[in-house]
């Protein structure tokens, strides 16, 4: 029943006039002790569900680097920023701005402002229109949380959910939960975007101006946008400072200082830092917007993401290679890839996809840290690290020689060294650290490339999907595919004295509610001994030994211990540089994303100098340390051309390092006496009389490398016998034929001309012979001397292949050409 009706029954009724408006009062009294009796049921009717509110979906995502430092942040719900805080990290004169100027009796009441409610009736009444709400900064945290229509109902409603909001929880909860979700317009949620997106600092460390400007914002961020009306701000300001002045919440000093203070409002926006690293993040799932602490418990909104990342490190290697590539473009070089890892922990210290992230000429988008490209060389410790791991040594000797291989499906193919030339005994040491690929193949050769590939796969080459037999021995000289990282953390296991440990890209992540995941360190294995990774480590690190193959002026001379490894690819399309110290791994990788062939630059002269900044930038306040081993080794002194013991012969004296037990036990039989004419100086045959023999010290290499001697011109004394006093007595060594291999399959291309399409004929014959012929088909081919090589013009059918020294005949080899 209205009030209109019932009053009008009053004064009908037969009573005095008196006694009516003791009746209407009594009636008007009933009335509101009814309707307050309603909102206090009302606000008694359970718990108001904030929990549930709190974990919004609108709080913005935020990656910082280890130290601290803001990456990146990506918008929440409805593209807003917003970044969730507690009290303890808002500058406290905010708190107090934001208090004086939305409810300064927030303290007093208990979610309804009854004072201020009378005073906006009596306001709204007088200027019979609404220009004043009574809202209590409670009632406003309850239209944040569930948004209404602005109605009457609506403020009834706001008012009985503030009861409740003001019964369940305590007066900071509720003012934490507003100042985190207010607008401060241009799509700041919350104190902490607004501080980022206006003056670029956190919210704890605003000034008390800058505090009082943001303050007087949330009453209307459409109307008072810092970019547009400044000026408007800045005079609420003031009246805000008078307020707080007037309530003694800041003194006659403060209030001066703030006056006087000049606001600089700037887009700073969000830090787009480290691209390419970010956004494999989000790619592979280490960014996730929410998190469960168990399988029951409810998930909760990821707010930060601290990651491994060392910020000021990752823009120095970004300066680097900005600043190294412009002297290689005229080689054809157009980017470079950078990562860095901490060798304790797998941590990413820095991860540079490209030059730049938004080159589109040169595809800066394309992450090198992550993209497949064929490593090259890169992969030669490992299959050495196999060979150590096997009972070789540092000091075994490989063939460095002109060698024919056989491919599954029968092809031949012959390999050689970076620069064309053959380096005959080598042992492992020099071997590697001078890169040199036939070498690499016939280590290969000895482990297995099915094992090679195991291996690779567990030290997390995980990009080598298919069989052995697709990559074979040409797996070693890199003929697959792997990625920066992948290689980085190779070589990794490496530094880490043969213990591979995956990279960790996260350090933590802490949720809306503060809680803090700690992310572990990745899973580890063993993957090689202690020893065999610190003899790998101490090969690459050792100058002496590559100097063969790099001279002495290289990128890799460093003040303190540093193993490095480069590798180039087919037609240079790929240049590597890889290199650790015991605390970091450095990997480099330069060359073009879509594929083009870079011209006269290797791994050295490319991607070499590029590492050498970044490993002294990153190695910079790290103590210098040297690779060790807690096992025990043996250095024994060798020959550096048999690797056998020294000799009484022997010129010159190393020490090498054994793992015990692998130490040699043979004497150098490379060094020998020879007994000479020393009218001719050549070998003394047994009728040579004494007084014209002498006795010398010569080199005398086996067998197989005797074409490799006389084709380089190796100086080791006297081979063929005096003329004057010739030999009696001949060798019964029987020849041995190189090349062709028996059951070699050969295929004739008709694009190319028959002069080119030619198998060489190869063979390995005593020293005193003077000519050797070659027979093909039972028929004498040709007749030829020293070095004893032919070569036989492909026909199509099988053929028989045998070779007459001497009188003697070698094995007969079977070919087939089609």
Same mark, same amino acid.
């Given at each position: 029943?209205?009030?209109?009706?019932?009053?009008?029954?009053?004064?009908?009724?037969?009573?005095?006039? &008196?006694?009516?408006?003791?009746?209407?009062?009594?009636?008007?009294?009933?009335?509101?002790?009814?309707?307050?009796?309603?909102?206090? *049921?009302?606000?008694?009717?359970?718990?108001?569900?904030?929990?549930?509110?709190?974990? *919004?979906?609108?709080?913005?995502?935020?990656? /910082?680097?280890?130290?601290?430092?803001?990456?990146?942040?990506?918008?929440?719900?409805?593209?807003?920023?917003?970044?969730?805080?507690?009290?303890?990290?808002?500058?406290?004169?905010?708190?107090?701005?934001?208090?004086?100027?939305?409810?300064?009796?927030?303290?007093?009441?208990?979610?309804?402002?009854?004072?201020?409610?009378?005073?906006?009736? /009596?306001?709204?009444?007088?200027?019979?229109?609404?220009?004043?709400?009574?809202?209590?900064?409670?009632?406003?945290?309850?239209?944040?949380?569930?948004?209404?229509?602005?109605?009457?109902?609506?403020?009834?409603?706001?008012?009985?959910?503030?009861? &409740?909001?003001?019964?369940?929880?305590?007066?900071?909860?509720?003012?934490?939960?507003?100042?985190?979700?207010?607008?401060?317009?241009?799509?700041?949620?919350?104190?902490?975007?607004?501080?980022?997106?206006?003056?670029?600092?956190?919210?704890?460390?605003?000034?008390?101006?800058?505090?009082?400007?943001?303050?007087?914002?949330?009453?209307?961020?459409?109307?008072?946008?810092?970019?547009?009306?400044? &000026?408007?701000?800045?005079?609420?300001?003031?009246?805000?400072?008078?307020? !707080?002045?007037?309530?003694?919440?800041?003194?006659?000093?403060?209030?001066?200082?703030?006056?006087?203070?000049?606001?600089?409002?700037?887009?700073? #926006?969000?830090?787009?830092?480290?691209?390419?690293?970010?956004?494999?993040?989000?790619?592979?799932?280490?960014?996730?917007?929410?998190?469960?602490?168990?399988?029951?418990?409810?998930?909760?909104?990821?707010?930060?993401?601290?990651?491994?990342?060392?910020?000021?490190?990752?823009?120095?290697?970004?300066?680097?290679?900005?600043?190294?590539?412009?002297?290689?473009?005229?080689?054809?070089?157009?980017?470079?890839?950078?990562?860095?890892?901490?060798?304790?922990?797998?941590?990413?210290?820095?991860?540079?996809?490209?030059?730049?992230?938004?080159?589109?000429?040169?595809?800066?988008?394309?992450?090198?840290?992550?993209?497949?490209?064929?490593?090259?060389?890169?992969?030669?410790? /490992?299959?050495?690290?196999?060979?150590?791991?096997?009972?070789?040594?540092?000091?075994?000797?490989?063939?460095?020689?002109?060698?024919?291989?056989?491919?599954?499906?029968?092809?031949?193919?012959?390999?050689?060294?970076?620069?064309?030339?053959?380096?005959?005994?080598?042992?492992?040491?020099?071997?590697?650290?001078?890169?040199?690929?036939?070498?690499?193949?016939?280590?290969?050769?000895?482990?297995?490339?099915?094992?090679?590939?195991?291996?690779?796969?567990?030290?997390?080459?995980?990009?080598?999907?298919?069989?052995?037999?697709?990559?074979?021995?040409?797996?070693?000289?890199?003929?697959?595919?792997?990625?920066?990282?992948?290689?980085?953390?190779?070589?990794?296991?490496?530094?880490?004295?043969?213990?591979?440990?995956?990279?960790?890209?996260?350090?933590?992540?802490?949720?809306?509610?503060?809680?803090?995941?700690?992310?572990?360190?990745?899973?580890?294995?063993?993957?090689? #001994?202690?020893?065999?990774?610190?003899?790998?480590?101490?090969?690459?690190?050792?100058? !002496?030994?590559?100097?063969?193959?790099?001279?002495?002026?290289?990128?890799?001379?460093?003040?303190?211990?540093?193993?490095?490894?480069?590798?180039?690819?087919?037609?240079?399309?790929?240049?590597?540089?890889?290199?650790?110290?015991?605390?970091?791994?450095?990997?480099?990788?330069?060359?073009?994303?879509?594929?083009?062939?870079?011209?006269?630059?290797?791994?050295?002269?490319?991607?070499?100098?590029?590492?050498?900044?970044?490993?002294?930038?990153? !190695?910079?306040?790290?103590?210098?340390?040297?690779?060790?081993?807690?096992?025990?080794?043996?250095?024994?002194?060798?020959?550096?051309?048999?690797?056998?013991?020294?000799?009484?012969?022997?010129?010159?004296? !190393?020490?090498?390092?054994?793992?015990?037990?692998?130490?040699?036990?043979?004497?150098?039989?490379?060094?020998?006496?020879?007994?000479?004419?020393?009218?001719?100086?050549?070998?003394?045959?047994?009728?040579?009389?004494?007084?014209?023999?002498?006795?010398?010290?010569?080199?005398?290499?086996?067998?197989?490398?005797? =074409?490799?001697?006389?084709?380089?011109?190796?100086?080791?004394?006297? *081979?063929?016998?005096?003329?004057?006093?010739?030999?009696?007595?001949?060798?019964?060594?029987?020849?041995?034929?190189?090349?062709?291999?028996?059951?070699?399959?050969?295929?004739?291309?008709?694009?190319?001309?028959?002069?080119?399409?030619?198998?060489?004929?190869?063979?390995?014959?005593?020293?005193?012979?003077?000519?050797?012929?070659?027979?093909?088909?039972?028929?004498?081919?040709?007749?030829?001397?020293?070095?004893?090589?032919?070569?036989?013009?492909?026909?199509? #059918? =099988?053929? &028989?292949?045998?070779?007459?020294?001497?009188?003697?005949?070698?094995?007969?080899?079977?070919?087939?050409?089609?």
């Amino acid at each position: 029943m209205s009030a209109s009706p019932l009053f009008a029954r009053i004064r009908a009724l037969p009573v005095r006039p &008196r006694q009516r408006w003791r009746l209407a009062l009594a009636l008007t009294l009933l009335s509101a002790v009814s309707v307050w009796a309603f909102f206090e *049921t009302a606000v008694n009717l359970g718990d108001y569900p904030i929990e549930e509110r709190i974990k *919004t979906e609108q709080t913005s995502l935020q990656f /910082f680097d280890r130290h601290g430092t803001l990456l990146r942040e990506l918008p929440g719900e409805k593209s807003r920023f917003s970044s969730w805080v507690s009290l303890d990290e808002i500058a406290p004169h905010l708190v107090e701005a934001t208090i004086i100027s939305e409810d300064k009796r927030f303290f007093s009441h208990d979610g309804i402002d009854r004072i201020a409610v009378l005073r906006a009736a /009596f306001a709204n009444l007088r200027a019979r229109r609404v220009v004043s709400g009574a809202s209590t900064l409670t009632m406003q945290l309850v239209r944040l949380l569930r948004p209404r229509p602005r109605t009457l109902a609506s403020k009834w409603i706001e008012a009985i959910e503030a009861r &409740r909001l003001e019964r369940r929880f305590g007066k900071w909860t509720i003012l934490e939960q507003y100042l985190n979700r207010a607008p401060y317009g241009n799509g700041a949620i919350g104190v902490e975007a607004a501080s980022r997106l206006y003056f670029g600092k956190p919210a704890r460390q605003l000034s008390l101006a800058e505090a009082a400007f943001l303050a007087v914002i949330p009453r209307s961020p459409r109307n008072y946008s810092p970019y547009r009306h400044k &000026r408007a701000i800045l005079g609420l300001q003031r009246q805000l400072l008078r307020r !707080m002045a007037e309530a003694g919440r800041i003194d006659a000093l403060q209030y001066g200082a703030a006056l006087a203070e000049t606001i600089d409002v700037e887009r700073w #926006g969000s830090p787009f830092l480290a691209p390419h690293f970010i956004r494999h993040l989000r790619r592979s799932g280490l960014a996730k917007r929410h998190v469960h602490a168990s399988r029951r418990a409810p998930r909760e909104s990821v707010q930060r993401i601290v990651t491994t990342l060392d910020v000021e490190l990752q823009r120095t290697v970004e300066r680097i290679i900005r600043d190294s590539l412009p002297p290689l473009e005229p080689h054809g070089v157009s980017n470079a890839s950078v990562v860095v890892l901490d060798n304790k922990t797998g941590d990413v210290l820095a991860w540079v996809g490209s030059r730049r992230f938004f080159d589109k000429k040169h595809h800066g988008q394309v992450d090198g840290v992550t993209a497949l490209r064929q490593p090259g060389s890169t992969l030669k410790p /490992f299959a050495y690290g196999l060979a150590l791991s096997k009972g070789y040594t540092a000091a075994s000797l490989v063939a460095d020689i002109e060698t024919l291989y056989r491919l599954a499906d029968g092809r031949t193919f012959r390999p050689r060294n970076y620069d064309g030339r053959y380096y005959g005994p080598k042992r492992l040491r020099s071997a590697l650290a001078s890169s040199l690929n036939i070498s690499a193949l016939k280590v290969t050769s000895w482990v297995g490339d099915d094992k090679l590939l195991a291996t690779l796969r567990r030290v997390g080459l995980t990009s080598l999907k298919k069989k052995a037999e697709f990559y074979g021995l040409g797996l070693v000289l890199g003929n697959g595919e792997t990625t920066l990282l992948q290689l980085a953390t190779a070589y990794m296991s490496l530094a880490r004295r043969g213990e591979y440990i995956a990279p960790r890209l996260v350090l933590e992540r802490r949720t809306v509610s503060g809680k803090r995941y700690r992310m572990p360190t990745g899973r580890r294995r063993r993957v090689f #001994g202690e020893r065999v990774a610190y003899l790998v480590s101490e090969i690459l690190s050792d100058p !002496m030994a590559r100097l063969q193959g790099f001279g002495v002026r290289t990128p890799f001379n460093f003040p303190f211990q540093v193993a490095v490894k480069t590798g180039t690819s087919n037609n240079w399309r790929d240049n590597w540089t890889i290199g650790y110290t015991p605390a970091l791994t450095v990997a480099v990788w330069v060359g073009n994303f879509d594929g083009r062939p870079m011209h006269n630059v290797s791994g050295v002269t490319g991607a070499g100098p590029i590492f050498r900044r970044v490993m002294r930038a990153a !190695m910079k306040d790290r103590p210098q340390q040297r690779f060790e081993t807690e096992k025990k080794m043996v250095t024994t002194v060798i020959c550096p051309l048999s690797g056998k013991l020294p000799g009484k012969h022997c010129p010159h004296r !190393m020490e090498e390092h054994f793992i015990p037990g692998t130490e040699p036990r043979e004497t150098c039989n490379f060094h020998r006496e020879v007994v000479v004419d020393r009218r001719t100086g050549l070998l003394a045959g047994p009728t040579c009389p004494e007084n014209v023999r002498e006795t010398r010290v010569s080199v005398v290499y086996p067998p197989e490398y005797a =074409s490799w001697v006389r084709s380089h011109h190796v100086f080791v004394g006297p *081979t063929r016998y005096s003329p004057l006093c010739r030999a009696t007595k001949r060798s019964r060594d029987e020849p041995q034929i190189l090349s062709p291999v028996s059951e070699g399959r050969y295929l004739i291309d008709p694009s190319q001309s028959g002069d080119y399409q030619r198998v060489p004929l190869k063979a390995i014959v005593p020293d005193s012979v003077e000519s050797v012929v070659w027979y093909v088909n039972g028929k004498p081919f040709a007749r030829v001397g020293w070095p004893y090589t032919s070569y036989w013009p492909l026909k199509p #059918g =099988s053929h &028989r292949i045998r070779l007459v020294a001497d009188g003697r005949s070698s094995h007969e080899v079977h070919i087939v050409v089609r």
